[in-house]
């Protein structure tokens, strides 16, 4: 293997494979572009939903929220995940990329896929929701392009297990893969299935959509395409669970409290997460009770175990590197005296807070058979998943592009101000999007509906006047959440293309064992005074009480409504 | 570090810190107690779906639902026709693109056997304000026993996007107390 083919980052001494940094620059800037667009179609859909603003016209909104969903939940969030792949893989192992080719034919698709799917929603022909469920049916090519970008996410994923054979084979590393790189494991695994389910369910459906299958069950499709478009989260989770390891080992050289334990938690995530298919389903006819409750508790909460484990892990390391430091007064100065301006630990951290107690609350709660009752296609579903992939996912992966611009892009942060406000300002917009329509949604707003005043309407209903404030504070969150999403896309293109190029170190630099750390581990596993993490417990405690009441409280709730059997 | 091997090779024999221990302990037992609640909810809750599920096509639905709406109309409105069947009765409830058919007339108190089905695509029964939510799919017809525990007049809001004309498509229930015995 040519020596030529790396060069040493001067920043974390890293050895980084110069074809694994093309790949990453790629598929990170594809992502960011469907970002950009998948934003504008939200905020249009946000601005739609708030009854005084009503921006688009009805087929326009459910085209949009259409393309929304397609732009932002599959095609920004898969292409950087490949990115962060080929990061976890390549650059922390310090091998090279394997088959670098097929990786590119694997973007290629991957892109192709994503527009003939773009093109097929903005002829029209295709506003079947991001879901499309049967019997609704779109143009042959919407399904033809899902299939395409799904081969192509595949075959990326076949790629970053290939990459980790070949660092092993010509020893890279020594010992175990770095957390990072097992929780990007993780997330590759459940992509394969992932994967599978879709093109199990899409080809059937595109065959269907030409005529050649006569019909789709569509409870079965139901269950099948959920069993993709569910677990797809659960990558999201896993990965961007590890790039809170990496930001806060980047950042704050923050050490995994015990790397069994974390390891185990992203271990229970490839074991229990996929059953969530079932989420979608518990008010559904046909499928049992018993079926509902094992599948929807991911077998007595197992995955969510493996959530809250990570729920305290991240937060502790770095409480433990902050006190090693010396941030040792009270329960919270190793909080106070955190990187509060460095955009990537901001971005880290808020993302941590708002993925557990909005995303992670509303989404058990939600998924609970019979509270499912009350939330089923209200807008509490939307309100729960801002909570996990723009607050949890979004937010982190926006979070460490701060670190991969230099180390990847070779360009120093442009605007490095702005960068310090960015988090803030999505994180706030995103919070308020997430809790509004959760809000909305308790009050039996409907998800995916042009008009709640029922104005065109033979038979009208009317919603409580709190409904329109929610929506309307709703409608002011996601111009704050797009305000930050445009300043994240303008910092990152603009630093990516126009920022201050930053030089490699020498190439004599030594290259193994490669991945040595930016700084030294602070503290070893069992040396005194790392491993009180009292603030940590504090966090914990309160985040363990709010759990606990407000689900006890939308059982009190249910009890309430119509009875029913 | 997170970002490099583990510092300890055999990382998995390190004992687990105890404040890690308890937290895993914990929350694996509210686990238990999340999953268990739903079992226990079954036994004494009030509010669980029912299991009740047949195939059908939407003609044969549809037949039954007009046998009903023919034997039990008391009256129309906006050219809907509100039947009140009686109580304990199987009440027939058509989803199709863009209307609940037909509007119900249901005493507080008294059980119907409530049938839903669609005859095109997916529909989301969305009963307002009480917020009660049921997907309502094509070619299965489900039966749940529905107790109206409160008067007034509600909507039938659907949430399941079902084309572009979605959003007009709302139905009604009234609950009436009910009449006093003579």
Not at chain 1, 143 to 148: A, E, F, K, R, W
Not at chain 1, 309 to 314: A, D, E, Q, S, Y
Not at chain 1, 398 to 411: D, E, G, K, S, W
């Amino acid at each position: 293997m040519a020596q030529e083919m790396f060069r040493i980052c001067p920043t974390t001494g890293l050895r980084v494979d110069l074809r694994a940094q093309a790949l990453i620059k790629w598929n990170a800037v594809a992502g960011i572009v469907f970002l950009a667009i998948g934003g504008l179609f939200g905020l249009s859909v946000a601005l739609t939903r708030w009854p005084a603003v009503h921006l688009l016209p009805a087929d326009w909104f459910y085209l949009a929220l259409t393309a929304h969903g397609l732009d932002v939940l599959l095609l920004w969030i898969i292409f950087f995940e490949i990115a962060v792949l080929y990061f976890a893989g390549a650059i922390l192992l310090g091998s090279r990329i394997a088959a670098p080719r097929v990786a590119w034919a694997a973007f290629v698709l991957m892109l192709v896929g994503g527009l003939t799917t773009n093109v097929a929603v903005l002829q029209g022909g295709s506003t079947v929701m991001f879901t499309s469920y049967v019997p609704m049916k779109a143009a042959p090519h919407f399904y033809l392009g899902l299939i395409l970008f799904a081969v192509g996410a595949l075959t990326a994923c076949g790629v970053f297990f290939g990459t980790l054979v070949v660092a092993r084979e010509e020893r890279t590393y020594n010992g175990s893969i770095p957390l990072v790189t097992f929780g990007a494991l993780t997330a590759a695994i459940i992509a394969v299935f992932t994967l599978a389910c879709g093109a199990i369910i899409l080809i059937p459906t595109f065959l269907w959509s030409v005529g050649i299958v006569h019909a789709i069950d569509p409870l079965m499709y139901k269950l099948i395409w959920w069993g993709m478009g569910h677990s797809s989260q659960q990558i999201n989770v896993s990965a961007h669970v590890a790039i809170w390891y990496a930001i806060a080992a980047i950042v704050l050289g923050a050490k995994p409290l015990s790397e069994k334990v974390s390891r185990a938690a992203f271990l229970l995530y490839i074991f229990f997460l996929q059953l969530a298919s079932a989420h979608h389903l518990l008010v559904e006819p046909g499928v049992s009770s018993e079926w509902k409750i094992f599948n929807t508790s991911y077998a007595m909460y197992l995955a969510v175990l493996g959530s809250m484990i990570h729920g305290m892990t991240v937060p502790g390391s770095i409480e433990a590197a902050q006190r090693a430091k010396g941030f040792n007064r009270g329960l919270f100065q190793w909080l106070r005296k955190a990187p509060w301006g460095n955009p990537a630990f901001a971005g880290m951290f808020m993302s941590l807070v708002m993925f557990g107690f909005l995303g992670g609350i509303s989404g058990v709660v939600m998924g609970t058979e019979q509270i499912n009752l009350m939330m089923h296609n209200t807008l509490y579903v939307p309100g729960h998943f801002h909570g996990t992939v723009v607050a949890g996912t979004t937010l982190a992966f926006m979070a460490v592009t701060y670190l991969l611009i230099p180390l990847i892009f070779q360009r120093e942060v442009r605007f490095p101000r702005l960068a310090q406000w960015q988090p803030y300002i999505f994180a706030i917009g995103v919070m308020g999007i997430s809790l509004f329509m959760m809000g909305a949604g308790t009050l039996g707003v409907p998800r995916r509906h042009w008009d709640i005043t029922f104005a065109d309407a033979l038979t009208k209903y009317q919603f409580p006047p709190a409904a329109y404030l929610m929506l309307a504070l709703n409608g002011l969150s996601a111009i704050c959440a797009a305000l930050g999403g445009f300043l994240y896309v303008l910092i990152a293109v603009s630093s990516v293309f126009f920022g201050k190029r930053i030089g490699d170190a020498p190439a004599a630099a030594p290259a193994k064992p490669a991945a040595r750390p930016p700084v030294a581990p602070v503290g070893t596993y069992g040396s005194a005074g790392t491993l009180h993490i009292p603030g940590t417990v504090v966090l914990v405690g309160v985040f363990f009480v709010s759990f606990v009441l407000y689900y006890f409280v939308n059982w009190k709730y249910l009890a309430e409504i119509w009875p029913l059997r | 570090m997170a970002i490099s091997p583990p510092a300890e090779r055999v990382w998995w024999r390190e004992k687990i810190h105890r404040e890690e221990l308890v937290w895993i302990i914990v929350a694996f037992l509210w686990g238990l107690v999340m999953f268990f609640m739903m079992i226990y909810w079954h036994i004494v809750g009030q509010q669980n779906l029912s299991n009740e599920t047949y195939r059908v096509t939407p003609e044969a639905f549809a037949a039954k639902a007009d046998a009903m709406i023919a034997k039990y109309t008391v009256r129309d409105d906006n050219g809907i026709p509100v039947v009140k069947p009686p109580a304990g009765s199987d009440v027939y409830l058509i989803a199709r693109v863009w209307l609940w058919y037909p509007h119900l007339e249901l005493e507080k108190g008294q059980s119907y056997r409530l049938h839903l089905s669609s005859m095109d695509y997916q529909h989301g029964f969305s009963l307002q304000p009480v917020n009660l939510n049921i997907q309502v799919q094509p070619g299965y017809e489900m039966v749940l026993t529905l107790t109206p525990s409160s008067a007034g007049e509600f909507g039938v809001v659907c949430n399941e996007y079902c084309g572009l004309g979605h959003h007009t498509m709302v139905g009604k229930i009234f609950v009436v107390d009910r009449k006093p015995a003579i």
